[in-house]
């Protein structure tokens, strides 16, 4: 009887693994989420993602993070990381997410990548703008809840109300373009006039006019709008916002 040499395939990996998605998703927390374009569960370890405000470039600590990452063979890996409700939000500016040490099961490493977001309080609509848009969803949620960021809940409190009016108040005018060589550029064209936060009040929801305000009004002619004769300044509308 002849013995039989049985053929093995070794199919070696020489691909390294590739950043395939990332997303912000600021609905309800502040997350990053990656997604791999293959297995790297193994190598996934919170250090792995340093995320640093390239405004200031100052590295957010990792405390405040918590971290998770999904996957398993065959499976293309998940990793997220939520800042924690304890930690006050992000500040607003331009962020970067440095990623190392992640490899595939062959050793592979991910090529060094650093990806970008912004973090834009009150811009409900993400648009790296604050604007009448933004006031009006906040308006039409105000005392509402639960809601998320993109209907007025910008301190993911699940509650819109007075906290959440007064980010957008401190905020209105200002945007955050998409670089940041955008950034001298959007503090030369920010508004001259804002709010200041000096006193206590609660608005209601009847403070708020029933039709949306449209784009182009001015800051003035918005509050003047908004709360009607007894807020006719905006000196006034600054001793309103504070709490
Ligand atoms: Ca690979
Ligand atoms: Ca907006
Ligand atoms: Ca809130």
Redesign the pocket.
């Known amino acids: 009887m002849q013995g039989r040499v049985l053929g093995v395939q070794l199919i070696l990996d020489t691909t390294p693994p590739t950043l395939s998605n990332a997303t912000f998703d600021y609905l309800t927390a502040q997350t990053v989420r990656f997604t791999f374009g293959e297995d790297v569960l193994a190598s996934l370890a919170a250090g792995d993602f340093i995320v640093t405000n390239t405004d200031t470039n100052v590295v957010v600590p990792a405390g405040e993070f918590t971290f998770s990452a999904t996957g398993g063979s065959g499976v293309a890996s998940i990793a997220t990381l939520t800042h924690n409700s304890s930690a006050e939000i992000l500040a607003d500016g331009h962020y970067g997410v440095a990623i190392s040490n992640v490899s595939d099961a062959a050793g592979n490493p991910l090529a060094p990548t650093n990806w970008p977001f912004f973090v ?1 309080a009150a ?9 009448s ?2 006031f009006n969803i906040l308006a039409a949620n105000f005392g509402l809840a639960p809601r998320d960021f993109s209907q007025g809940d910008f301190n993911y409190n699940t509650t819109v109300d007075t906290i959440d009016f007064n980010l957008l108040a401190n905020n209105f005018g200002k945007s955050i373009l998409g670089d940041a060589s955008a950034i001298a550029h959007s503090a030369a064209v920010a508004p001259a006039v804002r709010p200041q936060t000096v006193a206590v009040a609660t608005p209601t929801v009847a403070m708020f006019g029933a039709e949306p305000i449209v784009n182009e009004n001015s800051l003035d002619e918005l509050l003047n709008y908004s709360y009607g004769a007894s807020w006719q300044t905006t000196a006034a509308f600054g001793s309103l916002i504070v709490i």
């Open positions: 834009l811009d409900a609509n993400h648009n790296h703008t604050v604007d848009i933004d």
